[in-house]
């Protein structure tokens, strides 16, 4: 009778076992000599630049954050500056307005006085002509009562009460 071993999954070649180890420890020594070094290094090196990288953005984060802050301060001293010239402008319009007015009135009162002047020196020459005229007026007067009358104190009593009532008038 042939008896068939039927070898299983979970059965154990003692043989295929220790040529396994063998082959298994050869590749550990042959990988540990020869592999090992240069993949730790590779690693090594690629941990050293992964570090550097992250370092580098650091820094460079820094000093976007720190330009950010050069920026947002620059930008508020704008704004402040803009704010005084804005200020300083208003302030100098306003002078100039409040200059303007002032001149327009001292140039308006000068006028006014001026007009003032003319029309009191124009309302003196105006009564001194009249009182020319109304002197002359008397003189004629007198001259025709005095031809009329020759009644002389009459006469002299009636120009200086004319006379005194031009003032009046």
């Known amino acids: 009778m042939n008896f068939v071993i039927a070898a299983g999954l979970l059965d154990v ?13 050869l590749f550990i020594l042959a990988f540990s000599k020869f592999a090992w070094k240069p993949i730790l290094g590779a690693l090594s090196q690629r941990e050293q630049s992964i570090k550097e990288s992250i370092e580098a953005a650091e820094v460079a984060i820094k000093k976007a954050e720190q330009i950010t802050k050069d920026n947002e301060a620059a930008l508020r001293e704008a704004e402040a500056a803009a704010q005084r010239i804005r200020k300083e402008a208003a302030e100098e319009a306003e002078a100039i307005r409040a200059d303007r007015v002032e001149k327009t009135k001292e140039e308006t009162a000068k006028m006014l006085e001026q007009a003032r002047a003319t029309i009191e020196a124009e309302k003196k020459k105006a009564l001194d002509d009249l009182r020319n005229e109304v002197a002359e007026l008397a003189i004629k007067s007198a001259r025709i009562i005095l031809d009329a009358e020759i009644d002389e104190t009459k006469n002299k009593k009636l120009v200086d009460n004319f006379i005194n009532d031009i003032p009046k008038n």
């Open 13 to 25: 070649d003692p043989g295929l076992f220790v040529w396994i180890l063998i082959t298994f420890l």
